[in-house]
């Protein structure tokens, strides 16, 4: 997952397409982007890391500038893997499946405006134009991880039975969630029109409960 923090992230292209970061490398690098595909070609048959390093090391690419090119030229034009969420709970196998379904419906249950999405190749929940959760598999854990580095920090207690990096927390594939540590980590994150929106769909909610009952 990318790194979390205080600022507003941006998304990513919602079609994962690598040409999406092109007129950004024309206008931070002063050159057209045929100038530097046919820079790279010219390497050859060189492998990544090289390709990598002739435009970071000698032009000062940053590496998502230089990663969109690299991969452009190797054949791969998008970066997205999977175009729903679905399709991401069906490739990290059923346990794994359950557990990150079961994480997301505490956190919505709570905060039924987040929304989710995948960004960077794992489900995101987002609250308006801003990323306030995210959650990934590996071979033997999940990772769960607040959009806020600070979040993590102020939880220090609450999360000494649990390995945490300075940006995630490791949980069990097979985790019993903590709904009240979820809403430890969104609660702080949430936007003033965030904030909005929830009290709004509370309120919506209720009123169709009283309707209900008459």
Excluded at 50 to 65: D, G, K, P, T, W
Excluded at 102 to 122: Q, Y
Excluded at 132 to 158: C, M, N, Q, R, Y
Excluded at 190 to 211: F, Q
Aim: hydrophobic residues 40%; aromatic residues 8%; without cysteine.
């Amino acid at each position: 997952m990318p790194k979390p923090g205080r600022s507003n992230t941006p998304k990513p292209a919602a079609s994962g397409d690598r040409a999406a970061h092109f007129p950004a490398i024309e206008k931070k690098y002063g050159k057209p982007v045929s100038h530097w595909l046919r820079m790279l070609a010219e390497l050859g048959d060189a492998k990544y890391p090289e390709q990598i390093a002739l435009l970071r090391e000698r032009h000062e690419f940053s590496q998502a500038h230089a990663n969109a090119l690299v991969m452009y030229v190797r054949g791969s034009t998008s970066s997205k893997r999977f175009a729903t969420p679905a399709d991401y709970f069906a490739s990290v196998g059923p346990i794994k499946a359950k557990t990150i379904r079961a994480v997301i419906a505490a956190i919505r249950k709570k905060h039924p405006h987040l929304e989710l999405v995948m960004a960077w190749n794992v489900p995101m929940l987002r609250d308006g134009d801003r990323y306030v959760f995210g959650i990934s598999a590996s071979t033997g854990h999940l990772l769960i991880a607040p959009w806020d580095a600070e979040v993590l920090k102020s939880l220090s207690a609450k999360l000494k039975a649990y390995e945490v990096n300075k940006k995630t927390v490791k949980i069990p594939i097979d985790w019993k969630v903590d709904a009240a540590l979820l809403d430890a980590m969104i609660r702080p994150q949430l936007s003033i029109g965030g904030a909005a929106k929830e009290s709004s769909a509370r309120k919506s909610s209720r009123k169709s409960a009283r309707k209900s009952t008459r």
